[in-house]
């Protein structure tokens, strides 16, 4: 109950740090929105895969600043103060569950705007929204330990795409398979395996996420 | 010389590979002639990298419940070396394909999830770069590498089960274990694939040792 309370604590902090920082925000959401337009002006209506692919990349462009953001403003003075009060595990799964919220927005945010613009190529709205936030919250969840690495090592963003993108790519080329059945009606073998997959590669960061990061937060 | 058998047993095993594994006699079959002696030089390194990779994330794991220094040297010097062995299985790979596949490079998922696990280990060296203090570089260095060897599990397990590969045994291509009825190459290629590992194991250890003496130079 203690746990559980510590962690909303956490959550509700984060969401009230983005609330007094509007600006920050809307910075995110610009952000997107401006990804979207340069796509918009160099593709116009692309074809279904590239509609596909262009809108994983984005949302990994995306999730790469909406995270990294929340670790590098956590000051050595505020986490000093974390690190009195609660355990590691309460802090990461306080992180994840914020960044799951952020992504989620975000990653709806980019769907809308890829629709408004680049066309809307879907036979299956509801699934595409539904994997949609899904893939969103998977790619903030694992990019959560790499901020806290990248953070570290007091860099910016930079180093999180050089550490992060190529232990994404697994995650993307499953959401890009999973989502193919959105755009036509084709028969996929193996649909239901490769949800699973998902789910248990999210299980298997979010796991490894929460031993190591007592390792990190040490000084 | 008790310590060092093993050295002489790696000599052993690699004369045997290089000779036997040149001039013994092979399955003939088609396209595959005589490239198919590859396996004894291109398979082994993926077998060595992944043994080397293995050794790095224990001791980093070590590091991480120890905080010794020299797990750490372990640690990132067996990463080095893993990653030489993965470039030459990728060369040798490349070599291997252009005379089968006919072109070395044909965005097959096996070279594909190669170069992301060699992305991830050369990204393990720009961390290390990216710090000045020994002990925090060590800390969250040896936690990026524990964290990319866990992910290359998705890389081997995963990937490969959503796409063909050109690869043998992949995709309707025969393994080669269906050549081999008489086990000629099989006599060949476990040796080769134990000689491979302690070679690798051998520069590791060189490296380790003349890293550790400067690490005594350092502090004295």
């Known amino acids: 109950m203690q746990t559980i309370k510590q962690i909303l604590a956490l959550v509700q902090k984060d969401l009230m740090q983005e609330w007094r920082q509007k600006y920050a925000f809307y910075g995110l959401l610009l952000y997107v929105a401006s990804t979207v337009f340069v796509m918009y002006m160099l593709l116009h209506q692309p074809a279904d895969k590239v509609w596909n692919a262009l809108f994983w990349v984005t949302l990994l462009f995306i999730s790469v600043n909406a995270v990294a953001r929340s670790f590098l403003q956590e000051t050595t003075g505020r986490m000093l103060f974390y690190y009195q009060m609660c355990t590691p595990e309460v802090f990461m799964i306080g992180k994840m569950l914020y960044h799951v919220l952020l992504m989620a927005i975000m990653s709806l945010m980019c769907w809308l705007l890829y629709i408004w613009f680049l066309g809307n190529p879907l036979i299956r709205l509801g699934y595409f929204v539904g994997l949609c936030v899904m893939g969103g919250s998977s790619l903030g969840i694992a990019f959560t330990l790499l901020a806290a690495i990248a953070a570290r090592a007091g860099q910016n963003a930079a180093l999180m795409a050089i550490l992060g993108f190529p232990i994404m790519i697994p995650l993307l080329m499953l959401l890009t398979r999973i989502s193919e059945i959105a755009f036509q009606e084709v028969y996929q073998p193996g649909l239901i395996k490769m949800w699973w997959m998902l789910g248990s590669l999210d299980v298997f960061i979010i796991a490894l996420s929460l031993i190591l990061f007592r390792y990190l937060w040490k000084n | ?220």
Not at chain 2, 91 to 116: E, R, V
Not at chain 2, 192 to 217: D, E, F, H, T
Request: proline share 4%; glycine share 6%; with cysteine.
């Open chain 2, 1 to 220: 010389m008790k310590t060092y058998w093993w050295k002489a047993l790696c000599i052993v095993l690699l004369l045997y590979t290089l000779i036997a594994g040149l001039l013994m006699p092979v399955p003939a079959k088609d396209i595959l002639n005589e490239t198919i002696r590859n396996l004894h030089f291109h398979v082994p390194m993926w077998f060595t990298m992944i043994v080397l990779f293995g050794i790095s994330c224990v001791s980093s794991i070590q590091y991480l419940r120890k905080g010794s220094l020299q797990k750490d040297i372990v640690a990132v010097e067996t990463a080095n070396v893993g990653l030489l062995f993965g470039i030459m299985g990728l060369i040798t790979g490349a070599i291997w394909a252009n005379y089968t596949w006919g072109a070395p490079w044909s965005d097959d998922i096996k070279q594909l999830c190669t170069a992301i696990a060699l992305l991830m280990y050369f990204a393990y060296f720009v961390l290390r770069s990216s710090f000045t203090d020994i002990d925090k570089r060590a800390r969250v260095s040896a936690v990026y590498n524990v964290f990319a060897f866990a992910m290359l599990f998705p890389l081997i397990f995963i990937i490969p089960r959503l796409t063909d590969s050109l690869h043998p045994g992949n995709g309707g291509n025969p393994a080669f274990s269906q050549y081999d009825l008489d086990n000629e190459l099989r006599k060949v290629f476990y040796p080769a694939v134990v000689g491979w590992i302690l070679l690798g194991i051998w520069i590791a250890q060189i490296r380790i040792r003349m890293r550790l003496l400067n690490l005594k130079s350092f502090l004295s």
